[in-house]
């Protein structure tokens, strides 16, 4: 007898746990960066500057994603964002919205799902059937937009 498996996937719970963990630890190196710089041990905060805001990009992006697929409201979804800036606030609002069911279920617009509705859905039900495509293009878009953001940062003082 053989049996097939589904593929294994990352649920939305999964995708939006990671991205909250991940934004706590690398607020906690920022921190910690800071309080070094600021007791003149060590200047990491350019590095652990750079990796948390990559990971507060990659987080947003994660946040909007499962926002669309769990049809969170709009209240919710910006909650969700605005807590980034918050240190340590995405790990206790991921763990309210799990407790609360609301990171339940999977991709509701991946292939055999739900049809999509409107342009944002259009675009994650694309993005759904084109997985690998879709992770090249997004590490793509984040990589420009962090590159913009340090391009655009602050003037460095001159000595």
Known sequence: MTTTKKPQTISPRMLFRSFAI???FTWAGLITALILRAFDV???VPIAGGIH???????SASTIFVWVN????????L???LLAIVPFATMPFEIIVDRKGLLAGDWRLAPGGEAPHGFIEH???WILRHVLLSIILLILLVTALFVTLLWLGPPVPRA
């Open 22 to 24: 991940a934004e706590m």
């Open 42 to 44: 060590a200047n990491l």
């Open 53 to 59: 805001g990559f990971v507060f990009l990659c987080y």
């Open 70 to 77: 769990q049809k969170w409201p709009l209240r919710l979804g």
């Open 79 to 81: 909650t969700g964002l």
């Open 123 to 125: 675009v994650q039900a």
